[in-house]
């Protein structure tokens, strides 16, 4: 290994101007154009709907859901695991280098090893939100005002974090979370849009803790829990973060021993109807 006291000084910015951080980027996973940047589902950790953006015209990334966030440089470093120089010599070279056996797609964050300069993602939130954590948020940077946004709340009504919802460009909706965090390296506190830690926790901890007798409603998406909380008072209704595709990484834990309904949204037909069923409706 180059010992960093003989490596030469480099002038990254002009580096970073002569490369497109899309094309560095797509060589390893696969961009989908999206506006003016490039989601995909990110390469940092699990999931299944695509929070990492990449933004050409500023020359960066962003994961909504992990916090990953950099240059061209960063990402080859995280994702290979290489130093800052190897990254910066890929970067100036002809090729760029390709990840060894069974790094194609890794789903958590490779360790940089003890000589790091930084972890991949040094942020970490901070469940409940502490009393001294500012006012989250009003709008996003990039996304303006949000459509609705719902707290998250533990079993003593004690913020936990949010989900904000935003109409993006095409008119469809986006949503992102929002937490209380701290950075590892350098104890700073702010807001982050990132997603709970694992496992997460449910929407409406503080309604099924008033309610510790009554059945509780399991429905999909806080909106849908905020409506029947409102219409079936009797029932203790909650949801989770993420929709159906991230119940894996939901602590249910509080539902024990409670008798539960899950009431699943009207979308669950994704199939083309046949014939016989188009026939038998038209009856």
Wanted: proline residues 9%; contains cysteine; aromatic residues 8%.
């Amino acid at each position: 290994m180059t010992e960093r006291s003989n490596l030469p000084k480099v002038d990254t910015a002009a580096l970073l101007a002569t490369v497109s951080i899309a094309d560095v980027i797509g060589r390893y996973v696969p961009l989908t154009k999206s506006g003016a940047e490039y989601e995909t589902c990110c390469p940092f950790h699990t999931e299944s709907t695509p929070s990492f953006k990449v933004t050409p015209v500023k020359g960066f990334y962003h994961c909504f859901g992990c916090g990953a966030h950099g240059d061209a440089i960063a990402f080859l470093r995280e994702y290979l695991g290489i130093s800052f120089h190897d990254a910066v010599v890929a970067l100036g070279g002809d090729a760029l280098p390709v990840p060894q056996a069974g790094q194609a797609s890794p789903t958590r964050k490779p360790s940089m090893g003890k000589d790091a300069d930084e972890d991949s993602c040094p942020w970490a939130p901070i469940l409940p939100v502490p009393d001294h954590a500012d006012e989250p948020p009003k709008a996003h940077l990039k996304r303006g005002l949000p459509e609705q946004a719902w707290c998250y709340r533990d079993a003593d009504g004690k913020a936990l974090g949010y989900v904000y919802r935003f109409k993006n460009s095409t008119g469809g909706k986006e949503i992102l979370p929002l937490v209380f965090a701290r950075n590892d390296k350098t104890r700073v506190e702010e807001w982050r849009w990132m997603a709970f830690p694992e496992p997460r926790p449910l929407y409406g901890l503080d309604r099924l803790a008033a309610k510790p007798d009554a059945t509780v409603l399991l429905v999909e998406g806080e909106k849908c829990a905020d409506a029947g909380a409102a219409l079936l008072p009797e029932y203790a209704v909650v949801s989770w973060p993420g929709g159906g595709k991230s119940v894996k990484k939901v602590d249910w834990h509080p539902l024990a021993g409670r008798k539960v309904i899950a009431w699943p949204d009207a979308d669950a037909k994704r199939v083309p109807l046949t014939k016989a069923e188009k026939d038998a409706i038209a009856k």
